[in-house]
């Protein structure tokens, strides 16, 4: 919790039991009694940091329960505070209730056996309070509606908030570019919360009314904060919903996506029973009125409502009064004659009718009109407006013409009338602004679409994305995009799908759904199925189905499927690139030139290394026999690929799978899921069988402990963390499945002081933040031989500064946003550690500033970090942080580095950079490490093992190795 101090009575008090019996006297009541009572005052875990306090359950003491008021968060130590403590400390106003029949009762609290004094309760609250009630408000509503401008602004105008600071916070925020953020920044208090200009705890101050005492708690708006919305709603006592009046925002917060009725709902649910909606940012107040209404009884519809209940808070129009209010726009009088039909229809006498709104100019009787199409003309007989005949009629007004001299066959609904003079201009190609939402497939070039204009339905194609277009401004935000796809917030695919047997399915009831965002604006991005048992037993059969067919082809055969499909992964490798940078954060560029690629390539090498296994033969002439070997498919293979490189490692995974002949079920991470799901969409088209791969998708407690535990899948290939690993290896203990684990590293960098550090440095910089550290053989600790360890860090730092930080789509920038909130604050709690464990933080985050679009600052963005004046023992040393975070030591000889650099559970990868031939080779060999590269760093040769040692992993994977996993050996002895 964060607060702004203010200072508290200090008067004791105590607090009376709900029975009317003092919590500490000697009664039948036990602490189980009293716990849930005691723990609906709890504010939470965190910190407090200012007057207010907590009461809080203790131990028993001398045979007897009590409850103390205890500033800060809970001690680890649960033993009684000093009496001294409890003399000091003042109850919070907040969670406080004292029933009407207890007004008059004592409280007395036992402490060690003495009575303290008794006091009134009723009488000190409202002595303390002056008379005033006590009232907790808890301020709620979607990220960027405005609630901690409104609420800052309304303490400033209170004077909770003085002029000097307010203009301390007006030229600070105006330095940092967030000159609008300057009321938000009286509640938005920390350095974090202001760069991203968004609230991330509750924010907690007093202010005072003239019969009340306000506890104002301002609650984060974005979902990656609702634990702490949750926080602040559940201690309130009414709330205040703020919903952007903006054009656009208000709407949106109420449609698919929108979570206006969301904070409604939860604060409801959490015991708030009154709501008041502030509608913010209503500075053009002739954009939107409210109007409250009854249907039901018509109160307030067409004279002002004479009702107490609500005249005591409403004095505005009544509903007639605000239509009759409204500006109507200017009529199209002077422009040339336009009318599109809705309907036709016969007369009872000569001719026939039509009917429609005047778009555009005027008409008289008798006026001869133009139909297009059929392109021929006619003569208005009549003309009839709100069902009254009338010579004219002009544009705005709903009319029915009275036609003849044409046929009614020829006049369909959606066709124009127009003067005969000034035709519509007909057209094949026109620009059309396009609002894209709920669809499965990105916008592209040649996208087939359906033409609606009011009636009018046509189909029409997409020839060309001209540019992309701001939604509130309408300014040009790109030109010449490849593909559009849905705005941020909307979901996008609106659902990912299973993919069994060649089809792509819902998941059982269509519920279990979970949200993916989009890591540079934070905002729900698509939602991936949370797959379960039912969905895994379809895979599994539907894989078994298909084995024996797919096993039973020639190596030659497969080999060309997987050619064809790594051609038409090829052919897409666009769209996939745009899709893998929007799901998990990383740069188009990596994308572009990375991740497809190489998921490509993945498809292509095993098509090429299946053709080239041999296998072993012995002779043996004494007992008249030789021996062979021969492999053979296993049968169903599960497999768990990671989220920092979603199609990348997944089809690394696939590839020799299938080649080998095995059928196969998948399991991307459900945060990266959607190139996994556009890959579906290539298989049936390379020719791959129904059930070969199968693809499911969901979480590791639902799907993925479904698919490892199921006894006709023997074998699970997984690239993640170690805690799920340990999981995987004790659910398939009792199957006795085959497992490949490849798991994280902690991966030392070793520099002497004869490496050439023009390579080495934006080597070890890229080794260090690539994908925003999110590799498992990015570096982490850098040990620099101590003569060059000045001049290395010096270098190193102003290399790590140019490592741009933007958005995906930047092409200048060298990193995006890390994976997800939850990541994000794990890596940053490694560095507050390190800053309390006395490091250095040379650069990066908390040093450095990061600039962003507004649309990208609740992204998951942060600085690479570089870390100096650290211990091997601390944790930044020891444990993998998985993020762009590194730390600098300095060694003195190559004896000394090699034992702290093996000083980790991990041993995935390393690099060593001297031009000392002898060295290298010492030192690589001496290296507990699956991977050694040296004086560069990610070269690789696939035909060669990939893996760790020690807590890295079990197994290796490669040409050779990814085949005998796959496959089982069998020896064959043949006598002659």
Same mark, same amino acid.
Request: glycine share 8%; proline share 5%; charged share 20%.
């Given at each position: 919790m964060k607060e702004l101090r203010e200072k508290q009575n200090p008067d004791q008090q105590t607090v009376s039991s709900p029975e009317g019996k003092s919590v500490g006297s000697q009664s039948s009541r036990s602490e189980s009694e009293i716990v849930p009572k005691v723990a609906r005052m709890t504010v939470s875990g965190k910190k407090q940091t200012m007057g207010f306090e907590v009461p809080r359950v203790t131990a028993e003491e001398n045979g007897h329960s009590f409850h103390t008021p205890q500033k800060g968060p809970p001690s680890e130590d649960t033993s009684v505070g000093s009496s001294d403590a409890l003399e000091k400390s003042a109850l919070a106003t907040h969670t406080i209730q004292v029933p009407e029949e207890q007004s008059s009762a004592l409280t007395p609290v036992k402490k060690s056996g003495k009575l303290r004094q008794q006091i009134d309760v009723k009488a000190e609250l409202e002595k303390r309070q002056g008379g005033k009630q006590l009232l907790n408000l808890v301020v709620i509503g979607h990220v960027d509606a405005g609630k901690s401008t409104l609420m800052g602004h309304l303490l400033y105008l209170l004077g909770n908030v003085n002029k000097r600071t307010m203009h301390k916070y007006e030229q600070e925020s105006k330095k940092a570019g967030k000159a609008s953020f300057a009321y938000a920044w009286v509640l938005d208090e920390t350095g974090e919360e202001r760069e991203r200009g968004v609230t991330m705890d509750v924010g907690m101050t007093k202010f005072e009314t003239t019969t009340k005492i306000i506890t104002l708690m301002d609650a984060p708006g974005h979902k990656d904060f609702i634990p702490n919305m949750i926080t602040g709603a559940a201690q309130a006592d009414v709330a205040v919903l703020v919903v952007d009046a903006s054009r656009?925002?208000?709407?949106?917060?109420?449609?698919?996506?929108?979570?206006?009725?969301?904070?409604?709902?939860?604060?409801?649910?959490?015991?708030?029973?009154?709501?008041?909606?502030?509608?913010?940012?209503?500075?053009?107040?002739?954009?939107?009125?409210?109007?409250?209404?009854?249907?039901?009884?018509?109160?307030?519809?067409?004279?002002?409502?004479?009702?107490?209940?609500?005249?005591?808070?409403?004095?505005?129009?009544?509903?007639?009064?605000?239509?009759d209010s409204f500006k109507p726009p200017q009529r199209s009088i002077d422009k040339p004659f336009r009318l599109c039909v809705s309907d036709v229809f016969k007369d009872q006498g000569s001719g026939f009718c039509v009917t429609g709104k005047i778009e555009a100019g005027y008409i008289q009787t008798g006026d001869r009109l133009l139909a297009m199409p059929p392109n021929e003309t006619c003569t208005a007989k009549?003309?009839?407006?709100?069902?009254?005949?009338?010579?004219?009629?002009?544009?705005?007004?709903?009319?029915?013409?009275?036609?003849?001299?044409?046929?009614?066959?020829?006049?369909?609904?959606?066709?124009?009338?127009?003067?005969p003079k000034e035709p519509i201009k007909a057209c094949t190609r026109f620009r059309a602004r396009i609002l894209i939402f709920n669809i499965e497939i990105p916008v592209t070039k040649g996208f087939p679409v359906l033409l609606h204009y009011q009636t009018v339905s046509e189909p029409a194609v997409i020839k060309r994305l001209i540019s992309v277009l701001n939604k509130s401004t309408g300014e040009v935000t790109k030109k010449k995009p490849n593909l559009q796809t849905m705005p941020a917030g909307v979901p996008w695919p609106t659902y990912v799908k299973m993919f069994v047997a060649s089809l792509l399915a819902i998941c059982a009831g269509q519920k279990w759904y979970t949200d993916s965002y989009d890591p540079s604006t934070g905002e729900v991005y698509?939602?991936?199925?949370?797959?379960?048992?039912?969905?895994?037993?379809?895979?599994?059969?539907?894989?078994?189905?298909?084995?024996?067919?797919?096993?039973?082809?020639?190596?030659?055969?497969?080999?060309?499927?997987?050619?064809?499909?790594?051609?038409?992964?090829?052919?897409?490798?666009?769209?996939?690139?745009?899709?893998?940078s929007k799901d998990q954060g990383k740069t188009l560029t990596l994308a572009r030139t990375m991740d497809i690629p190489r998921s490509v390539?993945?498809?292509?090498?095993?098509?090429?290394?299946?053709?080239?296994?041999?296998?072993?033969?012995?002779?043996?002439?004494?007992?008249? !026999?030789?021996?062979? %070997? $021969? #492999? /053979?498919?296993?049968?169903?293979? *599960?497999? =768990?690929?990671?989220?920092?490189?979603?199609?990348?490692?997944?089809?690394?995974?696939?590839?020799?799978?299938?080649?080998?002949?095995?059928?196969?079920?998948?399991?991307?991470?459900?945060?990266?899921s959607v190139t996994?799901?556009?890959?579906?969409?290539?298989?049936?088209?390379?020719?791959?069988?129904?059930?070969?791969?199968?693809?499911?998708?969901?979480?590791?407690?639902?799907?993925?402990?479904?698919?490892?535990?199921?006894?006709?899948?023997?074998?699970?290939?997984?690239?993640?963390?170690?805690?799920?690993?340990?999981?995987?290896?004790?659910?398939?203990?009792?199957?006795?499945?085959?497992?490949?684990?490849?798991?994280?590293?902690?991966?030392?960098?070793?520099?002497?002081?004869?490496?050439?550090?023009?390579? !080495?440095?934006?080597? %070890? $910089? #890229? /080794?260090?933040?690539?994908?925003? *550290?999110? =590799?498992?053989?990015?570096?982490?600790?850098?040990?620099?031989?101590?003569?060059?360890?000045?001049?290395?860090?010096?270098?190193?730092?102003?290399?790590?500064?140019?490592?741009?930080?933007?958005?995906?789509?930047?092409?200048?920038?060298?990193?995006?946003?890390?994976?997800?909130?939850?990541?994000?604050?794990?890596?940053?709690?490694?560095?507050?550690?390190?800053?309390?464990?006395?490091?250095?933080?040379?650069?990066?985050?908390?040093?450095d500033t990061l600039d962003l679009p507004p649309k990208n600052r609740a992204g998951y963005f942060m600085l690479p970090t570089v870390i100096t004046n650290i211990t091997d023992e601390s944790c930044c040393m020891k444990e993998e942080i998985f993020g762009p975070v590194t730390c600098v030591v300095p060694f003195d000889n190559e004896e000394e580095v090699i034992k702290r650099a093996n000083n980790v559970k991990y041993g995935l990868a390393a690099t060593v950079w001297s031009s000392n031939v002898g060295r290298i080779h010492r030192v690589a060999k001496g290296?507990?490490?699956?991977?050694?590269?040296?004086?560069?760093?990610?070269?690789?040769?696939?035909?060669?093992?990939?893996?760790?040692?020690?807590?890295?992993?079990?197994?290796?994977?490669?040409?050779?190795?990814s085949y005998e996993f796959f496959t089982e050996i069998k020896t064959i002895t043949v006598k002659h």
């Amino acid at each position: 919790m964060k607060e702004l101090r203010e200072k508290q009575n200090p008067d004791q008090q105590t607090v009376s039991s709900p029975e009317g019996k003092s919590v500490g006297s000697q009664s039948s009541r036990s602490e189980s009694e009293i716990v849930p009572k005691v723990a609906r005052m709890t504010v939470s875990g965190k910190k407090q940091t200012m007057g207010f306090e907590v009461p809080r359950v203790t131990a028993e003491e001398n045979g007897h329960s009590f409850h103390t008021p205890q500033k800060g968060p809970p001690s680890e130590d649960t033993s009684v505070g000093s009496s001294d403590a409890l003399e000091k400390s003042a109850l919070a106003t907040h969670t406080i209730q004292v029933p009407e029949e207890q007004s008059s009762a004592l409280t007395p609290v036992k402490k060690s056996g003495k009575l303290r004094q008794q006091i009134d309760v009723k009488a000190e609250l409202e002595k303390r309070q002056g008379g005033k009630q006590l009232l907790n408000l808890v301020v709620i509503g979607h990220v960027d509606a405005g609630k901690s401008t409104l609420m800052g602004h309304l303490l400033y105008l209170l004077g909770n908030v003085n002029k000097r600071t307010m203009h301390k916070y007006e030229q600070e925020s105006k330095k940092a570019g967030k000159a609008s953020f300057a009321y938000a920044w009286v509640l938005d208090e920390t350095g974090e919360e202001r760069e991203r200009g968004v609230t991330m705890d509750v924010g907690m101050t007093k202010f005072e009314t003239t019969t009340k005492i306000i506890t104002l708690m301002d609650a984060p708006g974005h979902k990656d904060f609702i634990p702490n919305m949750i926080t602040g709603a559940a201690q309130a006592d009414v709330a205040v919903l703020v919903v952007d009046a903006s054009r656009g925002e208000f709407e949106a917060g109420f449609e698919t996506g929108g979570q206006t009725r969301e904070h409604g709902l939860l604060v409801r649910s959490l015991g708030v029973t009154q709501l008041a909606v502030a509608v913010n940012k209503m500075d053009q107040e002739s954009d939107v009125a409210f109007i409250p209404t009854s249907g039901l009884s018509g109160e307030n519809l067409i004279t002002r409502s004479q009702s107490s209940e609500l005249t005591k808070w409403y004095k505005g129009l009544c509903l007639l009064e605000q239509i009759d209010s409204f500006k109507p726009p200017q009529r199209s009088i002077d422009k040339p004659f336009r009318l599109c039909v809705s309907d036709v229809f016969k007369d009872q006498g000569s001719g026939f009718c039509v009917t429609g709104k005047i778009e555009a100019g005027y008409i008289q009787t008798g006026d001869r009109l133009l139909a297009m199409p059929p392109n021929e003309t006619c003569t208005a007989k009549g003309i009839t407006l709100h069902d009254e005949p009338v010579d004219w009629a002009a544009a705005g007004d709903h009319v029915s013409l009275t036609l003849v001299g044409m046929d009614i066959i020829k006049i369909n609904v959606g066709c124009i009338f127009c003067g005969p003079k000034e035709p519509i201009k007909a057209c094949t190609r026109f620009r059309a602004r396009i609002l894209i939402f709920n669809i499965e497939i990105p916008v592209t070039k040649g996208f087939p679409v359906l033409l609606h204009y009011q009636t009018v339905s046509e189909p029409a194609v997409i020839k060309r994305l001209i540019s992309v277009l701001n939604k509130s401004t309408g300014e040009v935000t790109k030109k010449k995009p490849n593909l559009q796809t849905m705005p941020a917030g909307v979901p996008w695919p609106t659902y990912v799908k299973m993919f069994v047997a060649s089809l792509l399915a819902i998941c059982a009831g269509q519920k279990w759904y979970t949200d993916s965002y989009d890591p540079s604006t934070g905002e729900v991005y698509c939602r991936v199925p949370n797959s379960g048992k039912e969905e895994i037993e379809a895979a599994v059969q539907a894989a078994r189905a298909a084995f024996p067919g797919w096993s039973s082809w020639s190596p030659q055969e497969r080999s060309r499927v997987l050619n064809k499909l790594a051609d038409l992964l090829e052919q897409s490798l666009e769209e996939f690139a745009q899709a893998e940078s929007k799901d998990q954060g990383k740069t188009l560029t990596l994308a572009r030139t990375m991740d497809i690629p190489r998921s490509v390539q993945n498809f292509r090498f095993f098509a090429s290394s299946i053709l080239h296994h041999t296998s072993e033969c012995t002779q043996m002439d004494h007992a008249g !026999c030789f021996h062979y %070997t $021969v #492999r /053979s498919p296993v049968g169903v293979a *599960g497999l =768990i690929s990671p989220w920092n490189l979603p199609l990348y490692l997944l089809t690394w995974k696939i590839a020799p799978a299938i080649a080998a002949g095995n059928t196969v079920i998948a399991k991307p991470s459900e945060l990266t899921s959607v190139t996994a799901w556009m890959l579906c969409k290539l298989l049936d088209k390379a020719g791959i069988p129904p059930g070969v791969v199968n693809i499911v998708f969901g979480t590791g407690p639902r799907v993925g402990e479904a698919l490892v535990t199921h006894p006709e899948v023997p074998l699970i290939s997984f690239t993640g963390g170690q805690l799920t690993a340990e999981r995987i290896t004790h659910l398939s203990a009792p199957h006795f499945k085959k497992l490949s684990l490849e798991l994280g590293g902690k991966n030392p960098a070793i520099i002497f002081d004869d490496a050439n550090l023009e390579e !080495c440095i934006p080597a %070890t $910089v #890229r /080794s260090s933040f690539a994908n925003q *550290g999110e =590799i498992c053989l990015c570096t982490s600790r850098i040990f620099v031989q101590k003569s060059i360890y000045s001049e290395f860090l010096k270098r190193f730092v102003e290399a790590t500064r140019e490592w741009k930080v933007g958005i995906p789509s930047d092409p200048s920038a060298s990193m995006g946003a890390l994976i997800s909130n939850t990541h994000l604050e794990k890596v940053r709690s490694y560095i507050k550690k390190a800053r309390a464990e006395g490091a250095q933080i040379l650069c990066g985050e908390g040093v450095d500033t990061l600039d962003l679009p507004p649309k990208n600052r609740a992204g998951y963005f942060m600085l690479p970090t570089v870390i100096t004046n650290i211990t091997d023992e601390s944790c930044c040393m020891k444990e993998e942080i998985f993020g762009p975070v590194t730390c600098v030591v300095p060694f003195d000889n190559e004896e000394e580095v090699i034992k702290r650099a093996n000083n980790v559970k991990y041993g995935l990868a390393a690099t060593v950079w001297s031009s000392n031939v002898g060295r290298i080779h010492r030192v690589a060999k001496g290296l507990q490490s699956g991977l050694v590269w040296t004086n560069c760093w990610l070269i690789r040769e696939l035909n060669l093992p990939f893996g760790g040692m020690k807590s890295s992993g079990i197994g290796r994977e490669g040409a050779k190795d990814s085949y005998e996993f796959f496959t089982e050996i069998k020896t064959i002895t043949v006598k002659h």
